[in-house]
Every structure is written in structure tokens, then in C-alpha cells.
């Protein structure tokens, strides 16, 4: 009992919070626990863009120049970065919830440092016998493994980092969190991605290699540096119990909490349209908007763009709106805008449609994490995220999987009137992707309305 009072004490010392007391907004970085976390992270994250994107580079331009099984070897690092999320993914948070969050994130980082390093060093000692066939495929199994293992980390590190956040972040400013967070994943998926190649070509694959490794050092030291709520005696006593218990009870909690189990199936139908889309969307660049292929890319920075617009204003207004509100209407918005995305024929136009469609999305990521962690007890944060992430991972490959596959067989051919409209293969699909979307922003909206989340937002906005 004594532990769990300082550590309640301590979570009002880290997140600056007292009793009773309400703020709706706060300095732009919250506080000084989440600027450090915010700054390491978003160092982290564009480092592993960069690293992620050289990667494919470097093996498609280097390593498997010329060969037949490129493709293969390249769809290889996806593959090894895939395997972790669905055989351990989901396990993952029953360790988190047992273990102290900013130790395993730090474990993590430490971990993730050493073996961005050792491809580093690798590479340094490959290169000095490049040519050899043997050599090659010794490299190549390194690089996988080493993918394999980041990415068995970053399992950890994702449920562990979404608990921290609720300790260090009060509850009001958790959404201003979110937004903060996803305005670094958008500028790093901006500029990582465009900054790979270039210093890949220009400078060599250590340099990216090192910008990695040197990215987990940075978000080593801001958590060395971060005040949390120690991890006490009485919650490591009641957290050791059967493996088998405390996911089966992570599991019961999920489906048994409707809004949780709602915030689920929005998420992996909004991941199952998105999927979707991402595998056609260059198809429907080429031949429905008759765009070149070179600039697609500039759909993709639309997007982005909108994405980090979407995620200012959803940190503003979403507290105000109210999560659940949030949650649906962006969902039922994010469908409306797909059907209108299926109908375009220019590209101009598909440009600032692009651009709206991101502020939906953001807003749809900004709301759920605070959402999660409100419903949440403590104890449980690090197993009911952990199922999230592969659950959506799943569907996002289905969508991709389903519209490749309606795409090359079953509507090939398609082209029918309805209306004075036109409907061809690609458009049919993105509408069909638009429609669930906008089902699952009506699921939503019945399965959480007058939800106690929301009725006690909406007493402590009032107060």
C-alpha cells in the first residue's frame, strides 16, 4: 500500500499535476519529461526511415545488383521486419505490464544501438572481400537478422512508450501528446525517405547505418533524463503470476470493454481501406487520373502534408470535440473523402483532395491512443496496445492482398454506367474502401455513443 501511495505521489510530481486541477492546454512540448521523450523520438523515428529506406536501396542498387532474385532479396528486409509484429507483437505487452516502462525502453534503445552498430561494422569488413557470392549472401542473411531483432525490439518499446506517456503526460494534454507525436512521424516519413538515396549514393551506406545507431543513442540518453513513476514492489508482485493468465486476461478485458473493442474494429477497417488504396494507388495515378508515374510521389507528400496539418489541429480541438466524437466523425469524414478520391480523373484535384484527407487521418490517430489510455487500467496499458499494432498490421496487409487481388481477377475488366457515372476496376475498388469506411465510422458512433468515456469529458471540459 505504501508503494502504490509514493507512486502516486511521484505521478503527480512527474506530470505536474495536482489534485483536481485541469488544464486544456499547455506549453507546446507539455512538459519537461515529454520534450525529452518527444526529442528522442523524433530523432529515433527519422533514423529509422532513413535506415529503413537505405536499406531497400542499398540491396536493390548494391548488394543484388543485376540478379535475378533482387525483388526477392528485397522483399526480404520487409518480410524480417513483418515477422516480429505477429509472433511476438502480441505477447510482448504482458512483459511490458511485469516490467518497468522506461527501463525496457531503454533496454530496448541500448539493444537496438548495438546491433545498428554491428552491421555497421559488418559492412566496413564486407567490404573489403566484395565479390564474392558466399560473402554476399552472409551479408544479406546479417542484414535480416539484424532487421529481424530492431524490430523484435520495437515490440517492447511501442506499448512500453504508449504506458509512459500516461504516466508523464496528465490526462487532458494526452491528446496534444498524440498530435506532437504525429507531427514527427510525418515529417520523418517526409524527409526520410527523400534523404536516404541521395546520402546512400553520395556518402555510402555507413553513414546511414551510423545516423541509426546513433539515433538510438539520442533516445537513450532523453529517457536517461525523464522522471517516471518508479515500477513498484506491490505491482511487480501482483504482475509475475502465469503467462498464460495475464494474456487471457488482457484478452477478456479487450473484448469485454465495448468502446476498446469499437476503437479496435475502427482501426483495422480504416487500415483495411488504407491498405487498400496504398497497393492501387498508383494504378489509379496512371490510369485514372492519366498522371506520369513521376509524379506520384507528389500524391504521397499531399498526403503527408495533411497528415501534419491534421495532427496540429486535432492536438487543439480534440479535447474540445471530445475523443469519441472524434473517433467516428473522423471515420465517417475519411469515407466521404475516399468515395470523392474514387471519382477524380485530374491530378490537381486529386492533390488537394490527397491533402484533406490526411487531417481526418491524424485526427483518427491523435484520438485513439488517449482513448486506449483512458479506458485502460495502468497495469494492463502494455498487453490491450500490444494487440492493437499486429491486428492492424493484418488488416492493412489484407486490404493491400484483397484489392491486388480483385484488381488482376475478379473486376480486370470492369467498366459499367450507372447514374452517367463511370465505373472502372480501380475507382470500383477505392469506392467499395470509401463505403467501409464510412460503415465503420457508423459502428463506431453506436457502439460508443453515450459512453461513460464520453459523458465524463464532457463533465470535466464543463468544470
Not at 508523464?168 to 538515396?197: D, F, K, R
Given at each position: 500500500m505504501e508503494d502504490k501511495m509514493q507512486n502516486i505521489a511521484e505521478t503527480e510530481s512527474v506530470t505536474g499535476k495536482q489534485p483536481g486541477s485541469y488544464k486544456k492546454r499547455g506549453p507546446v512540448l507539455i512538459n519537461r519529461n515529454f520534450a525529452l521523450l518527444w526529442s528522442g523520438q523524433a530523432v529515433s523515428i527519422l533514423g529509422d526511415f532513413v535506415f529503413n529506406t537505405t536499406l531497400v536501396v542499398w540491396i536493390a542498387v548494391e548488394l543484388a545488383k543485376g540478379q535475378s532474385w533482387s525483388p526477392l532479396a528485397v522483399s526480404g528486409v520487409f518480410l524480417a521486419s513483418s515477422i516480429p509484429t505477429f509472433l511476438f507483437g502480441p505477447v510482448a505487452g504482458v512483459f511490458v505490464d511485469r516490467w518497468d516502462r522506461r527501463h525496457t525502453m531503454m533496454t530496448a534503445d541500448a539493444i537496438r544501438a548495438i546491433l545498428s552498430g554491428l552491421l555497421l561494422a559488418v559492412e566496413?569488413?564486407?567490404?573489403?572481400?566484395?565479390?564474392?557470392?558466399?560473402?554476399?549472401?552472409?551479408?544479406?542473411?546479417?542484414?535480416?537478422?539484424?532487421?529481424?531483432?530492431?524490430?523484435?525490439?520495437?515490440?517492447?518499446?511501442?506499448?512500453?512508450?504508449?504506458?509512459?506517456?500516461?504516466?508523464?503526460?496528465?490526462?487532458?494534454?494526452?491528446?496534444?501528446?498524440?498530435?506532437?507525436?504525429?507531427?514527427?512521424?510525418?515529417?520523418?516519413?517526409?524527409?526520410?525517405?527523400?534523404?536516404?538515396?541521395?546520402?546512400?549514393?553520395?556518402?555510402?551506406?555507413?553513414?546511414?547505418?551510423?545516423?541509426?545507431?546513433c539515433s538510438f543513442v539520442v533516445s537513450l540518453i532523453t529517457l536517461l533524463l525523464i522522471r517516471s513513476p518508479r515500477f513498484s514492489r506491490s505491482e511487480k508482485a501482483e504482475q509475475t503470476g502465469s503467462f498464460v493468465k495475464d494474456f487471457m486476461e488482457g484478452i477478456r478485458f479487450l473484448t469485454k470493454t465495448p468502446v476498446l473493442w469499437a476503437l479496435l474494429a475502427t482501426n483495422m477497417i480504416a487500415m483495411l481501406g488504407g491498405g487498400a488504396l496504398f497497393a492501387l494507388d498508383i494504378?489509379?495515378?496512371?490510369?485514372?487520373?492519366?498522371?506520369?508515374?513521376?509524379?506520384?510521389?507528389?500524391?504521397?507528400?499531399?498526403?503527408?502534408?495533411?497528415?501534419?496539418?491534421?495532427?496540429?489541429?486535432?492536438?487543439?480541438?480534440?479535447?474540445?470535440?471530445?475523443?469519441?466524437?472524434?473517433i467516428w466523425s473522423s471515420m465517417l469524414v475519411l469515407g466521404v473523402l475516399v468515395l470523392v478520391y474514387a471519382r477524380l480523373t485530374g491530378f490537381a484535384p486529386a492533390v488537394?483532395?490527397?491533402?484533406?484527407?490526411?487531417?481526418?487521418?491524424?485526427?483518427?490517430?491523435?484520438?485513439?491512443?488517449?482513448?486506449?489510455?483512458?479506458?485502460?487500467?495502468?497495469?494492463?496499458?502494455?498487453?490491450?496496445?500490444?494487440?492493437?499494432?499486429?491486428?492492424?498490421?493484418?488488416?492493412?496487409?489484407?486490404g493491400a492482398g484483397v484489392a491486388g487481388y480483385l484488381a488482376s481477377s475478379v473486376v480486370q475488366g470492369l467498366h459499367i454506367i450507372l447514374f452517367d457515372l463511370s465505373f472502372g476496376p480501380i475507382d470500383t475498388i477505392f469506392s467499395g474502401a470509401g463505403l467501409l469506411i464510412i460503415l465503420g465510422g457508423i459502428y463506431a458512433l453506436w457502439q460508443m455513443r453515450a459512453t461513460p468515456v464520453e459523458q465524463k469529458h464532457s463533465e470535466k471540459v464543463a468544470r
Open positions: 566496413t569488413i564486407a567490404s573489403a572481400f566484395r565479390g564474392g557470392q558466399l560473402t554476399l549472401f552472409w551479408q544479406l542473411g546479417i542484414i535480416y537478422g539484424v532487421v529481424f531483432l530492431v524490430n523484435l525490439c520495437d515490440q517492447f518499446f511501442r506499448p512500453s512508450m504508449m504506458a509512459l506517456i500516461g504516466d508523464i503526460v496528465e490526462e487532458p494534454l494526452q491528446p496534444q501528446a498524440m498530435g506532437l507525436g504525429q507531427v514527427s512521424v510525418s515529417l520523418a516519413t517526409l524527409v526520410g525517405p527523400a534523404l536516404a538515396p541521395p546520402l546512400l549514393l553520395l556518402c555510402g551506406v555507413q553513414w546511414a547505418l551510423l545516423i541509426n545507431a494504378f489509379f495515378a496512371t490510369r485514372n487520373l492519366h498522371t506520369p508515374a513521376a509524379l506520384y510521389g507528389l500524391l504521397e507528400t499531399a498526403l503527408g502534408t495533411g497528415t501534419i496539418i491534421g495532427a496540429i489541429l486535432a492536438s487543439i480541438f480534440v479535447q474540445r470535440l471530445g475523443l469519441v466524437r472524434t488537394v483532395v490527397l491533402f484533406i484527407i490526411g487531417v481526418p487521418l491524424a485526427a483518427l490517430n491523435v484520438a485513439a491512443g488517449p482513448l486506449l489510455l483512458k479506458v485502460t487500467p495502468r497495469e494492463m496499458i502494455g498487453r490491450i496496445s500490444s494487440l492493437f499494432n499486429p491486428l492492424s498490421t493484418v488488416a492493412s496487409i489484407a
